[in-house]
Nanobody, 124 residues
Framework: EVRLVESGGGSVQPGGSLRLSCAAS????????LGWFRQAPGNGHEGVAA???????TYADSVKGRFTISEDNAKKTVYLQMNSLKPEDTAMYYC??????????????????WGQGTQVTVSS
């Protein structure tokens, strides 16, 4: 059984940084798509960043230049480095995984596995 566990969320002032981690257990596929999504109160899930087994990355326009997704295959962990955080980045952040590279990696429909989420709050 695949399990995803996020960590690293918290409260930070505008302009600050956080690094989210998502550890995957039970994962055996050589091909994969990993993604970070967020959901603010009253909003739907928004795809933030994604990476596949060939290290191809995709970012939402709202986070380009500020967020960086990376993964450590040996540790089966995906990271989201978030810099220059803004109040509008406040949301619950979820990681997600699929067993193959997705054509639209920022759309939630292709992902099979989801973590429970970690809260990020950006406020002065």
């Amino acid at each position: 059984e695949v399990r995803l566990v996020e960590s690293g969320g918290g409260s930070v002032q505008p302009g600050g940084s956080l690094r989210l981690s998502c550890a995957a257990s039970g994962w055996t596929d050589a091909k994969y798509q990993l993604g970070w999504f967020r959901q603010a109160p009253g909003n739907g899930h928004e795809g933030v960043a994604a990476i596949d087994h060939e290290q191809r990355t995709t970012y939402a326009d709202s986070v380009k230049g500020r967020f960086t997704i990376s993964e450590d295959n040996a540790k089966k962990t995906v990271y989201l480095q978030m810099n220059s955080l803004k109040p509008e980045d406040t949301a619950m952040y979820y990681c997600a995984a699929a067993s193959f590279a997705l054509g639209a990696p920022l759309r939630r429909g292709g992902y099979t596995y989801w973590g429970q989420g970690t809260q990020v709050t950006v406020s002065s």
